[in-house]
């Protein structure tokens, strides 16, 4: 077990932050939006909610509770390379959430960052504070770059 001040010094949890940006540019390329940041100063608080508030809730739902009930199952701690039935599961039913309010590529696309934010949800023992902090990070990129295109401006 890592302990749990050493998430800075962690060389695996700085390959997640740097994945970030490569995600957001993969996305950019994708979709490529013409982005407006207007919306950013007529509703920072809908940003603020999609970049902090969220992403705490999410982590909350999906790496505490749902994958810390699937991780006590006996299958649920079985891992393939480092990722266990647990994190893969929940990932699954986070994308599935995610189709309610993305287009079906975009959705699955939620699918790597939330094996990510579980990959360390379980190196960590359980610990949800790296798990919230790259959510945070990876959503402040995201809608960004993306929000413009969700809103109707």
Partial sequence: MIARVKIMTDWQY?????????L?????WIES????FRWIEAAPWLFLSLVFVQPVLEEFLFRGWLQGWFIEKEWGSHRLLQISSAN??????FVVMHLFYHAPLMALLVFVPSLVFGYF??????????????????NLGYFYLYAPLLSPT
């Fill in 24 to 28: 957001w540019a993969l996305l950019f």
């Fill in 33 to 36: 939006p013409q982005p407006s």
């Fill in 88 to 93: 893969v599961l929940t990932s699954v039913v």
């Fill in 121 to 138: 949800r379980d190196r960590y023992d359980g610990w949800l504070i790296p798990c919230i902090l790259l959510h945070c990070f990876y």
């Fill in 14 to 22: 700085g390959v997640a932050i740097i994945a970030a940006p490569v």
